[in-house]
């Protein structure tokens, strides 16, 4: 049996009721497979890939609180710090029901190859709860919110762990978390990302993800001979990513024809006029029906069953920015019919594993969700260099150091794809530029 096959026996041996963990180390290790053949009798010897899927350390504890009934609540917090071989750990808290060690464990490993390929010196870990701040007050969030700092602020600190926010991690728990950090520890230091702009934040942080992907999707093209000039775009999603994607879009001259949310999507022939779109989305807070009823030029369509609408227009570049699997074999197939030269993704796997492979062999480009959405835990790492060094960039300087992060990225993993003759298959290329980096440290700092 090949040392890849043995290794993912063993995960699967090890840790029987983590699924998700499971498919992680499989989907990356399978990719690797080129690069640990060509090293087999070393990484073997080292136990290389034993080490990387164990957690340097997990910790999983009690969060009990009190609801506005006077009940004592408890929920289950994590956080698995992953491997610091490059970096502290960084990775964000989610907080939700579903989450579970599994869960936290599958995050925490994808981590590591994500902040690898950014760059920067930041290690892989994860954290949560399975707390759900949904129609929760705001005393209850405070509280639950300190009560899991009380325990967390043992295992972490500015140059050890610094966690960010995730899904049901917004500004308002970073906030509250930040603040019983402090209290406890009596230290004020950058001990989470995310933070407001009051208290260390970082200015384009918001923007950081939308304009980052657009960055990294403007290089794959010019480096493929295409000009994004002109070009038409499908965005899906309208929250946070979609928005500022379609602004960076439309700034290098493409013309963004959709949005969608959880309930339909929008054609807008004219181009999205960004400024209605972030008062419908981030100040109403409303459905994308009140978008094309204040426009015109767009058209309206009630999402149904199965169908996720936008990848039917036609479009030059596709770009998913809303949730998983939002992207399938037939999404692909009409993408590819349209003629759609690019796919580069926002979300954290939206595309299916069948779409990707149909687009790869259609001759799309695809730049996969590690890389093309780095531009967040990238401008996370700058925050924490801003607050070592106790000063605040401008948006500019903030702003140009991602897009050379962003290119460098696209240069790496092209690089990578093209030295294990791989040449254009950039989910390869990524997982192995990650994947150097960290092996390369791992061996200098010897057997820990
Ligand atoms: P938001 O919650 O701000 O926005 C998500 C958008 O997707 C909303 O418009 C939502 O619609 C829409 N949506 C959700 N489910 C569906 C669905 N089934 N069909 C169509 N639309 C849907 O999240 P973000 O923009 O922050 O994140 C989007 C993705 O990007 C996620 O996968 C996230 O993990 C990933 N990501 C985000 C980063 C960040 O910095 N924000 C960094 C890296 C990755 P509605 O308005 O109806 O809820």
Redesign the pocket.
């Known amino acids: 049996m090949s040392y890849v096959d043995e290794v993912i026996e063993l995960v699967v041996k090890k840790n029987p009721s983590e699924p998700e963990f499971h498919q992680a180390v499989k989907e990356v290790l399978e990719s690797l497979r080129v690069v640990v053949e060509a090293n087999e009798e070393k990484f073997r010897r080292e136990a290389l890939l034993e080490r990387l899927v164990e957690p340097e350390r997990q910790f999983k504890f009690r969060v009990p609180w009190v609801d506005d009934k006077g009940q004592v609540q408890v929920n289950t917090g994590y956080r698995v710090q992953f491997n610091s071989a490059i970096g502290p750990y960084k990775g964000g808290l989610r907080l939700h029901p579903s989450v579970n060690l599994g869960i936290i464990k599958f995050l925490g490993f994808e981590q590591i190859f994500k902040n690898s390929l950014t760059g920067l010196p930041i290690g892989g870990g994860k954290g949560g709860s399975d707390f759900d701040p949904k129609g929760k007050s705001d005393r209850e969030i405070m509280a639950f919110c300190q009560s899991f700092m009380t325990e967390l602020c043992k295992y972490i600190g500015a140059d050890t762990d610094v966690p960010a926010g ?2 049901g991690t917004g500004a308002r728990e970073i906030g509250y978390m930040f603040g019983q950090y402090k209290r406890i520890r009596g230290v004020y230091e950058g001990v989470l990302t995310g933070k407001g702009l009051s208290y260390g934040g970082s200015l384009a942080r918001t923007e ?2 939308g304009y980052g992907l657009l960055y990294l999707t403007d290089e794959m093209l010019k480096c493929n001979g295409h000009d994004i000039k002109g070009k038409t775009v499908c965005v ?8 500022y994607a379609t602004q960076k879009a439309q700034e290098l001259g493409a013309k963004v024809v959709t949005v ?4 339909g ?1 929008v054609y807008d022939k004219d181009g999205i006029d960004v400024a209605l779109l972030k008062e419908v ?1 981030e100040v109403k807070r409303a ?1 994308l029906s009140e978008y094309a009823a204040a426009r015109p030029s767009a058209e309206y369509h009630e ?1 149904k069953n199965g169908e ?1 609408g936008v990848w039917t227009v036609k479009c030059d570049i596709a770009l998913p ?4 699997n ?1 992207l399938d074999l037939d999404d692909a197939k009409a993408l590819v019919a349209n003629g759609c030269i690019a796919v580069a993704e ?5 595309t299916t594993l069948e779409a990707t492979e149909y687009l790869q062999a259609n001759k799309v480009l695809f730049a996969p ?1 590690k890389a093309a ?5 990238a401008t996370s790492a700058l925050e924490m260099s801003q607050n070592s060094e106790r000063l605040s960039w401008s948006f500019e300087e903030v702003d140009s150091k991602l897009k050379n992060i962003m290119v460098n990225i696209f240069h790496n993993l092209d690089d990578a794809a093209k030295r294990y003759g791989a040449e254009g298959n950039y989910v390869v290329g990524a997982n192995i530029a990650g994947f150097e980096k960290v092996v390369d440290a791992m061996t200098a700092q010897g057997i820990v």
Not at 236 to 243: E, K, L, P, T, Y
Not at 373 to 377: I, L, Q, R, T
């Open positions: 995730d899904i950081a993800t899906s999603g309208s929250g946070n990513v979609a928005i969608s949310d959880s309930t999507w989305k459905r999402k996720h920015c809303a949730t998983q939002e926002g979300a954290n796997m939206p969700g959405n780095a531009g967040g835990v």
